[in-house]
C-alpha cells in the first residue's frame, strides 16, 4: 500500500507541476515596463523677493504638464503671490497655441509640445516681457527595438527684455538690460540613453530687479518647451504566431513541438502525457505487487 500510495502521488505531481511552470514564465513575460511618456509647455522655479527682502515667495507653475495618456491645449497662465500687487491675478504667459501630448501606445511611447507666438512675464514686469517668440517645439520618441530620438526646433530669434536676440547654436545667450536685469538661454537640449529620451526647446535664467508692484528681484528658471519618454519593454509574440525565418532550421526534438501546434496541442500536452505515463507506471506496479502478495 505505501508503496502505490507513492505511486500515485508522484503521478499527481506530474501532471500538476508542468502548468505551474507555465504560468509562472507567462507571467514574467507579462511584467516588465510598460514606458511612459510626458511633456510641459512651460515649468517655473522663480523666487520672488518683496521690497523689505525679508519675504520671499516661490512661483513654481507650469502650464499643459501632461503624462500619458493625455493632452492639453491652454493657450494662457496666470498666477497671484501674496504681496505682490495687492494679491491680484497676474499674467505668466500667453501665446497663440500651446500644446502638450503623450502617448504610449504598445511598444511606442512619445512625447511632444509645440508653443507659438508667446509672451512670458515674471511678476514685478506686467508690460515688459521675459521673452517673445515665434514658435518653439520639442518631441521625445522611444520605441522598443530602436534607438529613443530627440529633437528641438527653434526660431531664428527671440526677443529678450525688449532686445532681438540671435539664436545659435554655439552655447548660451546673455541677455542684460541696465536697470532691468538680465536673462542667459540655454538652447535645445536633448539627452538620450538606451532607453530613454528628452528635449528642452529654451531653459532660462532669469534674475531681475523690477522694483515695481512691490517686487524687488526675481530669480530662478523658465523651462519652455519640454519633452521626455522611456521606452516599454517589446511585447511576447502571441500564442500560436508564426516562426521567425531564423528559426526554420531547428535542433532535434522541436520538431515534436511543431507537430503537436500543428495538431492542435498546446504546451501543457507534455506535462499531461509525462502525468499519464507516470499514472501507467504506478497501475503496471500495483498489479506488480498484487500479485507478488497473492504468490507469497
Given amino acids: 500500500?505505501?508503496?502505490?500510495?507513492?505511486?500515485v502521488a508522484a503521478a499527481a505531481a506530474a501532471l500538476t507541476a508542468g502548468p505551474a511552470a507555465l504560468a509562472g514564465a507567462g507571467s514574467a513575460h507579462a511584467t516588465g515596463e510598460s514606458g511612459s511618456a510626458s511633456a510641459a509647455v512651460l515649468r517655473t522655479g522663480l523666487d520672488v523677493a518683496l521690497?523689505?527682502?525679508?519675504?520671499?515667495a516661490p512661483l513654481a507653475v507650469s502650464l499643459n504638464e501632461v503624462r500619458a495618456p493625455g493632452d492639453a491645449r491652454r493657450t494662457a497662465l496666470t498666477a497671484s503671490l501674496d504681496g505682490v500687487d495687492g494679491g491680484k491675478p497676474f499674467s505668466v504667459l500667453r501665446a497663440e497655441v500651446a500644446d502638450a501630448k503623450a502617448t504610449v501606445n504598445g511598444e511606442r511611447a512619445e512625447a511632444s509640445t509645440t508653443l507659438t507666438k508667446a509672451r512670458l512675464h515674471v511678476p514685478g514686469l506686467p508690460l515688459?516681457?521675459?521673452?517673445?517668440?515665434?514658435?518653439?517645439?520639442s518631441k521625445a520618441v522611444c520605441e522598443a527595438g530602436r534607438n529613443p530620438h530627440a529633437s528641438v526646433t527653434l526660431p531664428a530669434s527671440v526677443t529678450v527684455l525688449g532686445k532681438r536676440v540671435a539664436l545659435t547654436a554655439g552655447g548660451p545667450t546673455h541677455v542684460e538690460v541696465p536697470g532691468v536685469g538680465e536673462v542667459r538661454l540655454?538652447?535645445?537640449k536633448t539627452d538620450t540613453t538606451s532607453t530613454t529620451a528628452?528635449?528642452?526647446?529654451?531653459?532660462?535664467?532669469?534674475s531681475v530687479d523690477p522694483l515695481e508692484l512691490n517686487v524687488a528681484e526675481v530669480e530662478g528658471t523658465l523651462t519652455l518647451a519640454e519633452s521626455r519618454c522611456e521606452t516599454p519593454a517589446a511585447q511576447p509574440a502571441a500564442p500560436g504566431a508564426p516562426a521567425a525565418?531564423?528559426?526554420a532550421v531547428q535542433p532535434q526534438g522541436a520538431r515534436a513541438e511543431a507537430d503537436l501546434a500543428e495538431t492542435g496541442g498546446d504546451p501543457?500536452?507534455?506535462y499531461v502525457a509525462a502525468g499519464a505515463v507516470a499514472l501507467l507506471a504506478a497501475g503496471g506496479g500495483a498489479v506488480a505487487l498484487s500479485r507478488r502478495g497473492r504468490g507469497n
Avoid: F, G, I, Q
Wanted: charged fraction near 20%; glycine fraction near 0%.
Fill in 1 to 7: 500500500m505505501p508503496a502505490r500510495r507513492w505511486a
Fill in 51 to 56: 521690497l523689505n527682502k525679508t519675504v520671499h
Fill in 128 to 137: 515688459l516681457s521675459v521673452v517673445e517668440l515665434e514658435a518653439v517645439s
Fill in 186 to 188: 540655454d538652447l535645445s
Fill in 198 to 206: 528628452a528635449a528642452t526647446a529654451l531653459r532660462l535664467e532669469v
Fill in 245 to 247: 525565418p531564423e528559426a
Fill in 268 to 270: 501543457v500536452t507534455p
